[in-house]
């Protein structure tokens, strides 16, 4: 336990809640942040049992669709006051939380894809929401291109060319992303850390934490 402010990263939860109470400090953290794909394919009473899931632990949370949730999710989200997809929450701490669901195309046809052109627009309006903050996490349900949280089986990189050339002019302090399950891993492209806790029902989360030197961010794993 620590006294620090700490925030408990998650995504690529896909219907599957089964080992959200082992993450241990669940109830204490700060906030508890969803970085997308909280379903499979699913609307809104599917993303409703994920998140009332969550609330039933910790009621803070920021969240996002990602590809396999349906549009309508985002909607859902803002009405429930949590929704961060191109815009941003700041806490009290100072640390602002911005936001990009959906993913760059996929050979999948999943519900919520979009083009590199528009996630880019929908990084910048969630990063006006936030440039003033000291401390600043950005939320991407996408990986940045060519790090070793984009990677497909074979090796070949997947991410979004829009994503990193924003990280790397903006260089928030985290980015917590998602959607490439067999890419748990961490990476750094200048100052930015970049976390990718893999899919929720494999274990994996991340502890971002608040301390006198600033934001770090480390890989967890429920045991």
Known sequence: ???????????????????LRRIPDLDSASGIVVSGDLTIKGGVAAAKRVIEAIRGVNPVILAQIGNMDKAEVDAYLTGEGINIHATGRVTAQGVGFFGCGWSTPTPFGTPSEAGEDRIGAWLEAAYETVAHCPHLVLVSHTPPLGTATDRVGAGTHVGSRAVRDFIERVQPDVCLTGHIHESTAMDTLGRT????????????????????EGLSARLCRIV
């Open 193 to 212: 850390v970049v976390v990718n806790p893999g899919a929720l029902a494999a274990g994996g989360y991340a502890r971002i934490e608040l301390g006198p």
């Open 1 to 19: 336990m620590t006294g620090r402010a700490f925030w408990l990263g998650m995504g690529d939860i896909h219907d599957d809640i089964s080992l």
